[in-house]
């Protein structure tokens, strides 16, 4: 109520939201907002299951432990899983936008092709080998890289 | 990580280059990365853990022995 009447009170004080100039500005813009929004949700699911989860899960008595994951940990995965994947999918389109410019001031539009496909090569170089370390080892449910590798979880 | 960045700077790097390019280029693959490793480790895991659990509490069968680790 006071924020209205100042508001009234002095019209440059209200709020106000514009639109940038161009379409090309403004899809520019939803996607980092897009991008950073479901980042924080990925992210801080990542570090609550690391951080809080599952140090707490250690504690718990195993009985009690298989009654919470079951109705826990699929709408935790599925927030997290989603989250991820909505990420990147818009990442990857802010970063073509930025490689499309750049081929574009260089005079030549094939080098976007390079540019990626470079950029694919040296990711997939290290999905290959991040992934052999991290699949589960045969019979056990834990992975092999979470003590070893970059983050546990990641 | 860090020969990933390396390399991926040495291949695309060059005057035509933009900064925020070559920053996505190393974050976007550790993003990349981050998006398999959810989708093809942790939920792997993750989805015999719960078959484990749903089969222990409905029918009673008891967890496997590396559902401890």
Redesign the interface.
Known sequence: MLFYLFAISFPEWRPHFVFLDTPHANEMMALRWLHVVFGII?IGLLYFFNLVLTPAMKQCD?KLR??I??EL??GA?GW??SS??V??IV??R??TI??A???R??GDRS?IGK?FG??LV??A???CL??AL???RR?????R?CGSS?FP?? | MIAASWLVLVLNGGPDVSNAHLAISVGGGLGLVMLLNTWGVVWRVQKRADTWSRLSIKEGVPMPPEAED
């Not at chain 1, 019979?139 to 992975?143: D, E, P, Q, R, V």
């Open positions: 990925w195993p298989i009654k994951y079951p940990m699929p995965m997290f899983r991820a994947l990420t990147v990442g990857l802010y970063f930025h490689l410019s750049d081929a001031a260089a080098l540019w470079w950029w040296v990711v170089r290290r999905v991040h992934y991290q699949l589960p019979g056990s449910s834990t992975t890289g970059e979880l990641l």
